[in-house]
């Protein structure tokens, strides 16, 4: 399985009540896949406020994500828990949904072992025929995907992927001289798309590919024939939206900011649910401004 170079962590859109909002839902798959060029994109993963989704809602998505996308895209489900038994069930509903693959965290709170580790995604792997990616963030998660544990698993056939949040590219080396030779590492972080495609990285899970995803297809490219130079240059010229999109000007957590941006881009997506809150006023007029700086206001296209 090839969830291609752009895949895109979707936001999930609220009405004024805080509910899904279907008509916002299929708008933004429509502005992901036919304006930004996302090859995938992830449903109910944490930039989709998992944490806060019922798990009927997460069904719902995931069916309606597979209805709507009607193959234009790939679509992966975030199932992943710190329950190796809930997973698993979250899984099973994907697949009945007829997602693509599935994106699994690693077990955060409970910081399992190194066996432990393993034996959670082995366990899950054994009970799907799904492609899965699995997902390192240690900074959220309080444990880390060790190099030694995703070189064993990345001998299991369906575990095809991760995407490194770790943010260190040694790490992410040392991955990519081990795992088995299909097995494909996508950047966690859109301001080191690049580096990372540099040392052998595959492409990126992105956050800012909500609003920018045209312009990364275009470096990536950019990078993947040879115009190494172009690629840097628009990486360079990115990196206020990259890192925009997290610091606004003080760190917010994700998807706050870009739920924001994707509704001065004339894509209204709605509020957070608590416990995240929306943008202070300051924090708001600065994701204006970034918009409007890149000339992204109004569903401008660039």
Known sequence: ???????TAMVTPFNQSLQIDWEQTAKLIDWLIEEQKSDSIVVCGTTGESPTLSEKEKE????????????????????GSYDTAHTIHLTHLAENAGVDGVLLVAPYYNRPSAEGLYQHFATIAASTRLPIM???????TGINISVEVTERLSLIPNIVAIKE?????????NILTRVSPNFKLYS???????????????GVVSVASHVIGKPIREMMDAYLSGQVAKASEMHIKYTPVFKGLFKC?????NPVPVKYALGVCGIPVGDVR?????????????????????????????
């Open 274 to 302: 608590l416990p995240l809150v929306k943008l202070t006023a300051d924090e708001a007029n600065f994701v204006q401004s970034l918009m409007e700086q890149f000339q992204l206001v109004d569903g401008t296209k660039h």
């Open 165 to 173: 949040s770790s943010g260190e590219l040694d790490h992410m080396s």
């Open 134 to 140: 699995l997902y390192n963030i240690p900074s959220r």
């Open 249 to 253: 000007p003080h760190r917010v957590p």
């Open 60 to 79: 719902e998505l995931f069916h309606f994500a597979v209805r709507h996308v009607n193959g234009r895209a790939k679509v992966i489900a975030g199932t």
């Open 1 to 7: 399985m090839d969830f291609g170079r752009l895949v």
């Open 188 to 202: 966690g972080d859109d301001s080191i798309i690049l580096p990372v495609m540099s040392i052998g990285g595959y």
